[in-house]
């Protein structure tokens, strides 16, 4: 099971740093990644990272302002988010692929991942 943390109200150029926190029933995974779902929209894939090689992947509209990371010990997965646009604004989720078919976090889609945590709100206004 994952649990995030860190979201929150930031203004539009502000940063954020979430939390995911493997609560080690989860352990053995093939990739982790970070998914976000606004009202009424979709829930889309925002980055997700190989768990074996730590290789990131990133959706377009994120790449060069968010980035992934993954402690050592392989407990905790952070997203650093940095200059904030309002359409950044949802729900932010973290999940695994426990029978790899995001092949590595190559293909960060959420129907291709396992456990899901229960979301934290991040709300990009002035």
């Given amino acids: 099971q994952v649990q995030e943390s860190g979201g929150g109200l930031v203004q539009p150029g502000g940063s954020l740093r979430l939390s995911c926190v493997n609560s080690g029933e989860t352990l053995d995974y093939w990739a982790i990644?970070?998914?976000r779902q606004a009202p009424g929209k979709e829930r889309e894939g925002v980055s997700c990272i190989d768990a074996t090689t730590d290789r990131p992947y990133y959706s377009e509209s994120v790449k060069g302002r968010f980035t992934i990371s993954e402690d050592h010990g392989k407990t905790t997965v952070y997203l650093q988010m940095n200059g904030l646009k309002p359409e950044d604004t949802a729900v932010y989720y973290?999940?695994?692929d426990l029978l790899g078919e995001s092949q590595n976090g190559r293909h960060c889609h959420a129907e291709d991942f396992?456990?899901?945590?229960q979301g934290t709100q991040v709300t990009v206004s002035s």
Avoid at 114 to 117: E, N, Q, R, V
Wanted: charged share 10%; hydrophobic share 50%.
């Fill in 114 to 117: 396992d456990s899901w945590g």
């Fill in 33 to 35: 990644g970070w998914f």
């Fill in 94 to 96: 973290c999940a695994v």
